[in-house]
């Protein structure tokens, strides 16, 4: 999917702040949630997610989620990470 699209999708599904992000090389920030749901399409390098006891690495073009409140963990690869990604907030 290229970025256009995704961004669009974003937005289609109740995704705002949305932005892109270019990540330096870094290990994991230990397991925490967030106030929001989001959504990520890597554009470049590597991206990794632990959830639920189970580590997924998504590369160039591939889509990652966490949910809401959702503990997880992230990591990003050597090479560092160009990500773009969305936010959405549960509605109150």
Known sequence: MNESDFEKKLRADGYTEIATQSLEPRPGKGHHGHDFAIRGLVL??????TQNGQSTTY????IFEVADGHPHDESVGLEGASVLTGRKYAKA
């Open 44 to 49: 470049a390098g590597s991206f990794t997610v």
């Open 59 to 62: 590369r160039a073009g591939q």
